[in-house]
C-alpha cells in the first residue's frame, strides 16, 4: 500500500475494454494450500489490474475477467502457484489505445 | 479445411511479426500471421515514441501516409528529475523533429497491418496458437485453437516450412520450441502501467509550452517511482497524452506498493498535479518490458524456427528502444528466411545467418553495453533517490544565494555533496557508468 493514495481499481479498469470469456478461465492458482501458507501473498499487490482478492475465509479469489494478460503473476508468483495462459483468440483484453 | 499449408506461419502481430511478414510479402513468400487479438495492437502497449527511420524501412514512403499513426513527432525531449519537494528539468530543442513520433500501439499496429495486407501478407486474428508442431526438434508447424472442420472440434493444424516466433515478451511457445536457458524471473522484467490521460481543450499545449504539430516525450527519474529502480514517462499524443511508470517486477514485489497507487502518487506530485488537473482517463494499461538482456537471451533460431522482438528480448530501456528494435528483427528475419526458401533449406544450417546478423548490428553491440550498465546503474539506489534530491537541493541552493556571501552557499553546497553521498562515491559511480559505456 502506498501510504495515503487510495485507487479503486476497478473504476480504473472500466475504462478498459474487454470482451470476457465466460467459458473458460485462463488463470488457475495450482494448489491452495501454498496460497494459504504464502504469508505475504504478493500477488494481491503487484497485479496492476487487481485480478487476486482475498475472500472472508483467506481464500484467493481470481477475478479473470479483467486481466490485462501482462504476465506479471506468472513470474511474480514467488512458490510459481498461478497456471498461466492466455485467453482463447479473440478473447480478452482489446486496447483502444494501448 | 484443405490446403491449409504455407511457407512460413508467424506467430504474433506487433511490429516484429509485422516486420518480418512485409519483408516476406514484398518478396511473394506465402506467409500467415496469426494474432490472437481481434486485431493487430488489441494486445499491445507501449510508451510510445518510435523511431521514423525504423518505420522508413518497411513504408519508404512514410510519414507521408494516410490515415497516418503519427500523434505527434517529437520536437522536444529530455528528463524530469523529481525529488518529493520540486522537479529539475533538462530538456532539449530538437534539431529534426521528424526524427521520431509518438503513437499508440492499438493504432499504429493496425496500420503496419493494413499496410501488410495490401502487400498480400495473410493475417489471421482472434486465433491463439496453442503449440508447435515438432518433428524431433524440427518445427514443422502451430496448432490453434480453432476447430479443424465443421463438426470437428480438433484444434487445426497448420504446417509451415519456417515458424516465426513473435509472441511478445510472455515467451512461452519460445520455451517450447527449446531455445532458451532458463525461465525469466521477476527480476528480469519491467512491469509498465499507463494512462492515456485527455485534458481540457487546448491545456495540453499550454500546460506543455507546445504548439499544434509540435510534441513532448520526457523520462522522469527519482521520486515518481518512490525511489525504486524505474522511471516515469510523459508522451504528448493529439489530443492526450500518456503518462506511466515503469518498474522491476522484483523490486514491486518486495515494495508492497500496488503499481496503480504508485502511478497515482506520481500524478500528484505537487509539481505534476496541475498537469493533470482535470485530465479524464481515456485507457488504462499494463505490460511487461523484458530487461533479461544479453544474459536472458534466447537461441534464436532452430530447425524451422525464428525468434523476433521482445521474445528475444531486444529492447534498450535507456534509449527507449523497443519497437524499432523489434521492427530490424523481424526484417533481418524476413531477409534469412528469403534466403531459405532461395537454397531450399529450412534448418538451423542456413537460419543461424539470422543469428549472425543480429550479432553483427548496433542491437548486440547494445546488448552488451546494457549489461554492464544494467550491473552499475539499474541496481544503484543513488540513481533513482540520492542523486535526484542531490540535484535539486543544489540547485534551489545556487539559486537562492542572492543576499548572501556566495563562497558560503557554495561551501554549503559541497558540504551537501559531501554529506549525501561523497566525493568519492561520486566518482566511483561515474566511473562505473563510464566503463560501462566505453
Known sequence: ?98 | MEELKFDVVIVGGGPAGLSCGITLAKAGIRALLIERGRFCGAKNLFGGVVYTKSVKELVPEFPNVEPSPVERPVTEEGYYIVSSEGLVKLLHRKKDPHEAFTATRARFDSFLAEYALKLGLEIAPKTKVLDLLKEGQRIKGVIVDRPRAFGDPRPTEIPANIVVIAEGVNRVLTEKAGLIGRPFGAEDVALAVKEIIQLPKGALEARLGLAEGQGLAVEIIGDITACLPGTGFIYTNRNHLSFGLGLFLSNLRESAFKPYELLERAKNHPHLRELFKDGEILEYGAHLIPEWGLEGLPRLYGDGVLVVGDSAGLVNPLFREGTNLAIYSGIMAGKTIIEAFEKGDFSSRTLKAYEAQLRESFIYQDLITLKKLKKHLFTNIHLFKTYPELLYDTISLFFSAQGRPKREVMREIFELIRKKRGFLGIVGDLIKVGRALW
Open chain 1, 1 to 98: 500500500m502506498v501510504k495515503d493514495i487510495y485507487v479503486n481499481i476497478d473504476e480504473k479498469i472500466s475504462s478498459v475494454k474487454f470482451f470476457v470469456d465466460e467459458e473458460y478461465c485462463h488463470l488457475k492458482i495450482k494448489s491452495e494450500e501454498v496460497c494459504l501458507n504464502c504469508e505475504r501473498k504478493p500477488c494481491l499487490s503487484f497485479c496492476p489490474a487487481g485480478v487476486y482478492r482475498l475472500d472472508s475465509n483467506g481464500k484467493i479469489l481470481i477475478n479473470y475477467q479483467a486481466c490485462l494478460e501482462c504476465g506479471s503473476c506468472r513470474v511474480g508468483c514467488p512458490f510459481n502457484n498461478i497456471l498461466w495462459d492466455y485467453p482463447r483468440g479473440g478473447f480478452g483484453l482489446n486496447y483502444k489505445f494501448g
